[in-house]
């Protein structure tokens, strides 16, 4: 089994690459569906109560607490789909990174996906909001949250960098590379384990 990690600071893609994987038919694991989960099971509004959830899970059980749920989960997933290879979203800090590390050996990888802040805030407007002064300050927030978070140590320590400056479809096709997918539209006459159609952007 491969069981591929991406990581990255907010708008930088990682939802993007998800459903990427989730188009190839790689089965995609979110790790903020255990705290979603769990606000469920206390009684509470996952929308309201899910960064502190977060915090008191990892206070009860441990910094790994989020990564040591996930685990069988990926397994779960694997196993249902009978699937080579599981995405998981949604790594944040370097405890989680051991955690999975020690779980899944070499058969894990992280992905560490990059975007500028300026491109960042630019495609999260474009997902909603618009740019003003307050939504770049709560991006900047949000950076700093997860960087505090060990999100920037964790993405030091990436096996596999992705450079998403360009364009969706580039970003896209070097999504499948890494995963060692074909593209949708290829499948009939490559076959899904067939990476060689992929290039570089
Ligand atoms: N190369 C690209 N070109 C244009 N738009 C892009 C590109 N990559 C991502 N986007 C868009 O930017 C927005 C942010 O990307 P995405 O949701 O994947 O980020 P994320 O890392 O999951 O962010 P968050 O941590 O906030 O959930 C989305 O609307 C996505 O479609």
Redesign the pocket.
């Known amino acids: 089994m491969n069981v591929i990690g991406t990581v990255?600071?907010?708008?930088?893609?990682?939802?993007?690459?998800?459903?990427v994987a989730e188009a190839a038919g790689v089965p995609v694991v979110v790790m903020g569906d255990v705290i979603r989960e769990e606000c469920r099971a206390r009684g509470l509004d996952p929308a309201e109560h899910h960064g502190r959830m977060a915090g008191l899970l990892r206070e009860e059980e441990g910094d790994d607490a989020i990564a040591a749920r996930t685990i069988p989960r990926i397994r779960e997933a694997a196993d249902d789909a009978e699937a080579e290879t599981v995405l998981v979203?949604g790594l944040r800090s370097t405890v989680e990174l051991e955690a999975f590390r020690e779980a899944f050996g070499d058969e894990f990888t992280l992905v560490a996906?990059h975007?500028p802040f300026e491109l960042?805030a630019e495609?999260?407007g474009?997902?909603g909001r618009d740019d003003s002064d307050s939504d770049l300050e709560a991006l900047r927030e949000?950076d700093e949250r997860e960087i505090d978070l060990g999100l920037g140590e964790t993405l030091e320590r990436a096996d596999v960098e992705i450079d998403?400056?360009?364009?969706?479809e580039?970003?896209r096709e070097r999504v499948r590379e890494v995963l060692g997918v074909a593209a949708e539209s290829d499948l009939h006459t490559t076959g899904p384990a067939d990476a060689q159609g992929g290039e570089s952007p």
Request: net charge positive; glycine share 18%; charged share 30%.
């Open positions: 990255g600071l907010p708008g930088s893609g990682k939802g993007e690459a998800a459903n979203d996906i975007a960042r495609r999260l474009e997902r949000r998403n400056t360009g364009t969706l580039a970003f």
